[in-house]
């Protein structure tokens, strides 16, 4: 199970914090990643982050303004946008990376809108 927060309303250059707190699985073992899905869009990835935090991917509509990263202890990550853009107005789900299975949280909304 995963369960989103953190989203809200920000304005163009703000910054948001958002967490998921992760349940029912190996977390300490899986390689996460944040997605993000805009209206009358497919779901995209937006970052990944090794079990071990030691390796970091992005895409590259975001890369330099967002960081992931993870708590195996607490099995929650994060993901930390800076200088946020309107095109990143979306819903954003965690998941583990390729995910096989057809479960996603219910997503946080993130607007940036002035």
């Known amino acids: 199970q995963f369960v989103e927060s953190g989203g809200g309303l ?3 250059g703000g910054s948001l914090r958002l967490s ?10 899986l390689v996460m990643a ?8 497919q779901r ?9 935090s030691a390796s970091t991917n ?9 960081t992931i990263s993870r708590d195996n202890a607490k099995t929650t990550v994060y993901l930390q946008m800076n200088s946020l853009k309107p095109e990143d107005t979306a819903v954003y789900y965690c998941n583990v ?4 299975s057809d ?12």
């Open 103 to 114: 479960y996603w949280g219910q997503g946080t909304q993130v607007t940036v809108s002035s």
């Open 34 to 41: 944040w997605y993000r899905q805009a209206p009358g869009k």
């Open 58 to 66: 992005y895409a590259d509509s975001v890369k330099g303004r967002f």
């Open 97 to 100: 990376l390729n995910p096989t």
């Open 44 to 52: 995209e990835l937006v970052a990944h982050i090794s079990s071990g």
């Open 10 to 12: 920000v304005q163009p």
């Open 20 to 29: 998921c707190a992760a349940s029912g699985l190996t977390f300490s073992r």
